[in-house]
């Protein structure tokens, strides 16, 4: 039973200009997040092999990215220097570099998302305030990327956003995440955004979400896992 607690909205304006889209989310409850160790570690490391090994040459080759570079001009943000998540994730990787080591729920889930070249995102579900909202921007939204009220952004009309009722928590739909709601050591109940555009199917996002549940449950065999798909509402 999914928690009457949590919301997900995707506004209609998202959609308008972007048809296919579709978040899936994973809400976990009873997880005890740590700093990295060796089993989350082990994971990233398995998923930079397994790019390596994939025969991809240059990021922007790929369909994935491609799709979310044109979704990113779309709303007036260059992708060369606003790179998707995934496209950042990736790119280190195919210049040889390691994936950062954060705490155990983002190495798991950077891990997913470089197997699998899809957007993730992760927060705190305990420091939202007010449902979550995937929206268009109307412009001076505040944006705190510090968490701490010193370098406050206003967001620019027509960017899309991940918000709550205090401001936005993801600049350019998955580009950065802002700390007061980001995954710390002492997170406990985390959500997980599994972003899909054109080119990805219902099934590749749904078993990429798998992998992450697996991974989950692994760790905390007694956390519940909801699963919550959204498209425009």
Request: charged share 25%.
């Amino acid at each position: 039973m999914a928690d009457p607690g949590f919301e997900v909205h995707v506004d209609r304006a998202v959609h308008a200009g972007h048809p296919g889209y579709v978040a899936l989310v994973l809400l976990a409850s009873g997880v005890a997040n740590g700093p990295s160790d060796a089993g989350s570690e082990a994971q990233l490391a398995a998923a930079e092999e397994h790019l390596r090994r994939s025969g991809l040459g240059r990021v922007t080759d790929h369909p994935h990215i491609a799709a979310w570079r044109a979704a990113f001009s779309a709303f007036g943000a260059k992708p060369s220097r606003y790179p998707s998540s995934a496209e950042a994730l990736v790119a280190r990787v195919l210049k040889g570099q390691e994936l950062p080591r954060v705490n155990v729920l983002v190495d798991l889930y950077n891990a997913v998302s470089v197997r699998h070249v899809v957007p993730v995102g992760g927060e705190d579900a305990d420091r939202l305030e007010g449902p979550l909202r995937l929206a268009v921007a109307a412009g001076g939204e505040p944006f705190d990327p510090r968490g701490d009220g010193t370098a406050v952004e206003p967001v620019a009309a027509g960017e899309v956003v991940w918000r709550d009722d205090r401001g936005v928590t993801c600049r350019r739909w998955n580009w950065r995440q802002g700390r007061r709601t980001q995954l710390t050591e002492d997170t406990t109940r985390a959500f997980f955004v599994f972003d899909r555009l054109e080119g990805l199917t219902r099934d590749e996002l749904h078993h990429a979400a798998g992998e992450l549940s697996q991974l989950l449950r692994d760790r905390w065999p007694d956390c519940h896992l909801d699963r919550i798909e959204r498209r425009a509402t």
